[in-house]
């Protein structure tokens, strides 16, 4: 079993912001594989289902971004799930450019508070990751303002293509193919 996790914030006014990306890629997928978002447990929704051949947990934790970890901490303990073969984040970027995808076999948390804490919560920085980039913030901006703001429409063009990128690094992931998506997914998307 595999828990794929896109981080957010919950509540409609922080919908489709820089931060939600991962929740926007989360029900993407949902979407494509018919998997409904409707339980709740473990301080998030989850869909459970299957994904090329693969059993999946999908989550949107709702602890706010700052605490991802006690949802994804938990679901992984009461599900016997070891990060580093069994999860994959999904989240958003500050330092990347709209429309590029960066996949990660594991890492440091990178300044991201949500990862920093499911780092903190998982024991682990081996995990996967496809981090999404939302553009960068301009010298000496208002970093809060700018991760809970929506992207301009150019920006959010960009991103919307970088999300079809990432559901197909996840599918790649869940075949046991991280190489591969890297090799494919890895950079800035074309028009």
Known sequence: MYLVV????????????????????????????????????????LGRGNICGQSVILAKPQTFMNLSGESVGAICHFYKLDPANDLIVISDDVTLEAGTTRIRRKGSAGGHNGLKSIISCCGTQ?????????????PGGDMVAHVLGRMPQEDRKLADLSYERAIGAVELMLQDDLDQAMNLYNGKVTE
């Not at 081996?126 to 981090?131: D, H, L, P, Q, V």
Request: no cysteine.
């Open 6 to 45: 896109g981080l957010g914030n919950p509540g409609a006014k922080y919908d489709h912001t820089r931060h939600n990306v991962g929740f926007d890629v989360i029900d993407l997928l949902a979407s494509k594989y018919n998997i409904e978002m409707r339980e709740q447990k473990f301080k998030a929704i």
């Open 126 to 138: 081996e995990f996967k990751r496809i981090k999404i980039g939302v553009g960068r913030l301009e």
